[in-house]
T-cell receptor
């Protein structure tokens, strides 16, 4: 089965700085890579996703890059704001099951 | 405007006393999932329905069962809750298989086992 590793487990950044979270996956058949944000006590919400036929995708302050050869993908958040503080999960799949990374707790310091 | 609704939001049960959690959706999605999420961990898939077809994960304990009487509703039954079953239970839906796009999560039911 798919195995997704996510780093770092915690990330503290100064407001306005950038944050980068990296994930690696094991199954070369995986073709869909979503990122979910989960605030404390709330539901996971999709913030961006990328498919295997695309190398990069951007949505305002958030971008995701995918390197299929190396089997890794990354989330980039620029100009971080306090509301970006949350747990972020990467995931990978080629069918029904999302294989999640262990999560990254991001804290944005004012 | 809620798309995936879970009831109750908080459930307290006693050790060994059966409990049922419910999920409903207004998205008319084909697939419904149940996840268990423990503190500081990623959601763990228990099972999913593709339409009426039930798919159990290999490591889901027999203590957990599910029913989907129609497209809109799905239930999680825990037959004999143990202390280790205390967790957040998340329902999610997707139009098609996960690789086809976004999974929409409900707000979750936090289960406490006394």
């Amino acid at each position: 089965g798919e195995n997704v590793e996510q780093h770092p487990s915690t990330l503290s950044v100064q407001e306005g700085d950038s944050a980068v979270i990296k994930c690696t996956y094991s199954d070369s058949a995986s073709n869909y890579f979503p990122w979910y944000k989960q605030e404390l006590g709330k539901r996971p919400q999709l913030i961006i996703d990328i498919r295997s036929n695309v190398g990069e995708k951007k949505d305002q302050r958030i971008a995701v890059t995918l390197n299929k050869t190396a089997k890794h993908f990354s989330l980039h958040i620029t100009e971080t704001q306090p509301e970006d503080s949350a747990v972020y999960f990467c995931a990978a799949t080629d069918d029904y099951k999302l294989s999640f990374g262990a999560g990254t707790t991001v804290t944005v310091r004012a | 405007d809620a798309m995936v609704i879970q009831n109750p939001r908080y459930q307290v049960t006693q050790f060994g006393k059966p409990v049922t959690l419910s999920c409903s959706q207004t998205l008319n999605h084909n697939v419904m999932y149940w996840y268990q999420q423990k503190s500081s961990q990623a959601p763990k898939l228990l099972f999913h329905y593709y339409d009426k077809d039930f798919n159990n994960e290999a490591d889901t304990p027999d203590n957990f069962q599910s029913r989907r009487p129609n497209t809109s509703f799905c239930f999680l039954d825990i037959r004999s809750p143990g202390l280790g079953d205390a967790a957040m239970y998340l329902c999610a839906t997707s139009r098609d298989l996960a690789s086809g796009g976004e999974q929409f999560f409900g707000p979750g039911t936090r289960l406490t086992v006394l």
